[in-house]
């Protein structure tokens, strides 16, 4: 028995971090038992656990989130220590810790920077001795810079963050990073703080405006001894600064590092500047302690090929489409000046980044004199410098190089996948190679994009935090990755900015004021992505940090709605929506809005969010709050009847998006009538996607939830545009912004919106995971979960693993060539399953935690391939198919043309005026049904 993936807020051994909210979560492996018979949860102060400072124990203690109670102080570090035992007797013990930042202390040292007149980046340096080297017991520096900024002990990097302190909405805070430096500290001391432009400082978003125009940094050093006093060293005029040889970084605009840039001008060092204008005194008062999770160099990649292209370029491709930088063995003589630049696809053989807009600058590097040069037994050089950008991040998967002397060598380069430092925690693997590729662009996606905050791309003069990308692909993200402090951290940034709008929402974050839409669906965010943290990890403390955020999203809409209206019930058709994003039925198919009336989407979800509110309010007891919310939500829910809803339960708005929003959030009178006219939409429409951002997102999903699987799957296996798979076909290795930001010859479908890493339309990954696997959260949390698998002939095995707050699940199944279908389960300890056999015959039943296997003959033959309701299309495809239906009606040959060919097998029971008996087209459609896939 073990305890496993035991965490702080979301977070292993969180250092530094905001501890508004304090919850301990854990998994347990390997145990004999099936569930827990007591729980002991222990705070303290000391590693021995001495000073127990919390103690809560019990048999209904959350492996999910148990709540810390305990008086916290700062730059202090407490250990936590959970204790199982099982129904068999069995006990396992596992220990964590968490340290505190600087709270609400008063910081000591001051923000420092630059004489207004220099331009360049500096580097800020202080020298220090220490006289007790051997005593020093702990030693933790507390810093911030902006624009971004790196820190240097005796000229080795602190910590492995990059980026820091990260995206931020700088009006409202200025986060600290807290590293552990006791392993640097010497005699003899050089602390020094590089600063870049970053987001702070440069150029960024869709204004002109700049948080600030001044670098700045400040940081306490505090040593502690083992007598315990202390020591602290901190950012005052006593420090120095200097030009760095980063001539100029931007996050669009790239980076210039020039080792050569002093060579020949004076570079003296100077006295600081304490920053005391009332702009930086205001600064002070913003800094807290982080909520980001790290930023890190999470992968590396080599490169895949060389190519020199028709135009006699050198172009570098890396095989994957990712965020990150391309470094560099530095081998270069001095004064070499290489220009490396970005590219997410060829054109015509050649590099192209036209799709980037302003954001071509590219990295360069001028090179200065190597000090070694060892050559190792194979020629290489052992001890050169690895040479990267400090201050920017590129998202490519070609990369153009220029200035290289004589030939290049790919193994002198490698690609740094840098994103924010989340656990992977679901795995799918399919026995069709093409879906695999989907999965795994979906999953590149979701680390281009998870840079601090979730952004809509990552290679453009954009890459901001879009909040319907981020909603919509939320329960698709946390299947994936554990996101609950990754949230967190978006969450309040966009809880921060909602405090200055009356209760409003932006479309996206960051959100310079008066640039940035209020809209439904993007302003939705707020209660769909903490209603997803809910159905995953439900710990009602996180619930109540964002309580607020989703309460007054709902109460500015009902305020809009009363200044309208009189009252807070209405169509929102008012003002600015974005709608169905870059829907296919809008005026032409490369419009960016759908067809699908703004006013009716935009009720729909203010329905939505008001229903989810008031389902919150009752976890979290607020009794009041719901009955007000549930009846809010009942009364836009009769506004959307009367105004959409035939008397009869026929939906007016004819589009894709509507039908299916309104089966997901249950917005109907008759839901077998909406469910027929949507089906008929969809025949109609050629079971051809339609749909945009609103849609699309949930297609999949909503026809698994309501018996359509096999049309899900279909949905799912087009290969023609638009689809998931034209993209795969393509050679995508992420998802893209439009269905065909490629045309069928590889061409770019225009450039001024137009990225090839969207993470959005990924967000058909949820069905793979909740529908095709079956695996989904029964009650909140997956304690209880749903099993419930829709295997498809269309593939023949998948295997899916979920490492849930509560423990790992793994839900696989295969279709045999006998037609069997084997299932392999398992549940994890304390946990249960409600589980349903795919074609058993309905058999349900609860499995408790433990690993099952299970074989048998379905009820309807997988192997099966055609049925009476299969397209006459798919028919016409299949020459053996074909032949069996004209052999036994030769008369349906007629049919094959683009007018009936999406018509099914079973029209053919009613074609009597063509020739064509009831009889015989029973017997074509039983010679069809005999046909098998294997």
Request: hydrophobic share 35%; glycine share 8%; charged share 25%.
């Amino acid at each position: 028995m073990e305890i496993t993936r035991l965490k702080i807020n979301g977070m292993m051994c969180p250092l530094g971090y905001s501890c508004d909210v304090l919850n301990v979560s854990w998994n347990v492996e390997h145990a004999k038992g099936k569930r827990a018979v007591m729980v002991k949860v222990e705070a303290a102060g000391d590693e021995g656990f001495e000073n127990i400072l919390f103690k809560r124990e019990g048999q209904d203690l959350s492996c999910s989130g148990t709540r810390l109670e305990l008086e916290i102080t700062p730059r202090t570090r407490y250990f936590v220590r959970v204790t199982v035992t099982d129904d068999q007797g069995d006990s396992a013990q596992g220990t964590t810790w968490f340290e505190t930042g600087k709270m609400d202390e008063t910081w000591k040292a001051d923000w420092i920077g630059t004489k207004q007149e220099d331009f360049f980046h500096p580097v800020l340096k202080k020298s220090f001795q220490t006289q007790r080297l051997a005593g020093i017991v702990k030693a933790r520096l507390y810093i911030c810079g902006v624009g971004v900024y790196e820190a240097y002990l005796n000229g080795k990097k602190v910590g492995d963050e990059v980026l820091a302190p990260f995206l931020n909405d700088y009006r409202f805070a200025l986060q600290t990073q807290t590293y552990d430096v006791t392993d640097m500290i010497g005699g003899k001391n050089d602390l020094e703080i590089l600063l870049g432009n970053g987001w702070y400082k440069g150029r960024f978003g869709q204004s002109d405006e700049t948080y600030g125009d001044r670098f700045a940094a400040i940081a306490e050093l505090h040593l502690i001894y083992e007598d315990g006093t202390s020591d602290v060293i901190q950012t005052d005029e006593s420090w120095v600064y200097r030009g760095s040889n980063i001539e100029d970084s931007g996050i669009y605009d790239g980076e210039i590092l020039n080792r050569i840039l002093w060579k020949n001008r004076e570079n003296p060092w100077k006295s600081v500047e304490k920053l005391s204008e009332p702009q930086q005194i205001e600064m002070k008062e913003l800094l807290t302690d982080r909520f980001s999770i790290p930023v890190l160099i999470k992968e590396t990649l080599p490169v895949k090929d060389v190519i020199l292209t028709p135009a006699g370029e050198t172009v570098l491709d890396m095989g994957q489409n990712f965020t990150g930088w391309l470094v560099f063995r530095d081998v270069l003589p001095e004064g070499t000046r290489v220009h490396l630049e970005f590219g997410e696809v060829l054109q015509n053989g050649n590099f192209y980044n036209g799709n980037y807009r302003t954001a071509t600058g590219g990295f360069t590097y001028v090179a200065g004199k190597r000090e070694s040069q060892i050559e190792s037994g194979e020629g290489k050089t052992e001890d050169v410098e690895l040479v990267r950008p400090h201050f920017t991040f590129f998202g490519f998967r070609y990369v153009k190089v220029s200035g290289w002397p004589g030939k290049l060598d790919p193994e002198d380069f490698t690609g740094y996948v840098i994103y924010s430092d989340l656990e992977r925690t679901g795995f799918l693997e399919t026995s069709d190679a093409k879906i695999n590729q989907l999965y795994s662009n979906c999953l590149w996606g979701q680390k281009s994009n998870f840079l601090d905050m979730p952004t809509d791309c990552p290679q453009r003069d954009e890459r901001l935090g879009w909040t319907a990308d981020a909603q919509v692909f939320s329960p698709t993200a946390t299947y994936n990755m554990d996101t609950r402090a990754f949230y967190r951290k978006y969450l309040w940034d966009m809880r921060n900015v909602q405090t200055v709008m009356d209760g409003a929402v932006p479309a996206h974050l960051p959100a310079a004021e008066g640039m940035c839409p209020v809209c439904s669906v993007w302003g939705d965010a707020a209660t769909f992505i903490p209603y997803t943290i809910w159905k995953f990890y439900a710990v009602p403390d996180e619930m109540e940090f964002l309580y607020p955020l989703m309460k007054e999203w709902v109460d500015y809409i009902a305020g809009q709605m009363q200044k309208q209206y009189g009252k807070n019930v209405g169509i929102w058709d008012f003002t600015f929506h974005f709608g169905d994003w870059l829907a296919l039925d809008g005026p032409t198919e490369q419009s960016v809005k759908g067809g699908t009336p703004d006013g009716y989407l935009a009720t729909v979800y203010y329905y939505q969010s008001a229903s989810i509110v008031a389902e919150i309010s009752g976890k979290l007891g607020k009794e009041k709050e719901q009955r007000e919310y549930s009846r809010l939500a009942e009364e836009i829910k009769d506004c959307l009847l009367y105004e959409y809803f035939t008397p009869a339960g026929h939906l007016s708005v004819n589009t894709q998006a509507a039908y299916i929003v309104a089966l997901k959030f249950g917005i109907y009178r008759d839901k077998e009538v909406l469910l027929k006219d949507f089906l008929d939409l969809l025949k109609r429409h050629q079971y051809r996607i339609k749909c945009g951002f609103v849609g699309a997102p949930l297609l999949c999903q909503v026809l698994s939830e309501n018996g359509q699987s096999d049309l899900a799957y279909h949905f799912l296996f087009q290969e023609g545009f638009p689809s998931w798979l034209y993209a795969v076909n393509l050679g995508a290795t992420t998802i893209w912004e439009r269905w065909n930001s490629l045309l069928p010859d590889g061409t770019i479908n225009g450039t001024e919106m137009n990225s090839l890493n969207h993470y959005s339309y990924g967000s058909v990954i949820e069905f793979l995971y909740a529908y095709a696997a079956g695996l989904r959260p029964k009650e909140a949390g997956f304690e209880h979960v749903i099993v419930a698998p829709c295997p498809s002939s269309r593939m023949r095995e998948l295997k899916c693993t979920y490492l849930s707050p509560a423990g790992r699940y793994v839900v696989n199944w295969k279709l045999t060539g006998e037609g069997k279908v084997k299932m392999h389960l398992e549940v994890p300890f304390g946990c249960r399953a409600l589980v349903t056999l795919p074609e058993s015959g309905n058999e349900t039943f609860e499995a408790e935690a433990g690993s099952y296997d299970y074989e048998y003959m379905p009820v309807h033959d997988y192997r099966q391939k055609y049925f009476e309701n299969t397209p006459l299309c798919e028919v016409f495809a299949d020459p053996e198919a074909k032949a069996v239906l004209l052999k036994c009606i030769p008369q349906a040959a007629v049919l094959d043309n683009p007018v009936d060919a999406e018509e099914e097998l079973k029209v053919l029971y009613d074609r009597a005026f063509m020739g064509i008996t009831a009889e015989d087209a029973k017997k074509a459609v039983g010679e069809l049904e005999k046909i098998k896939l294997w």
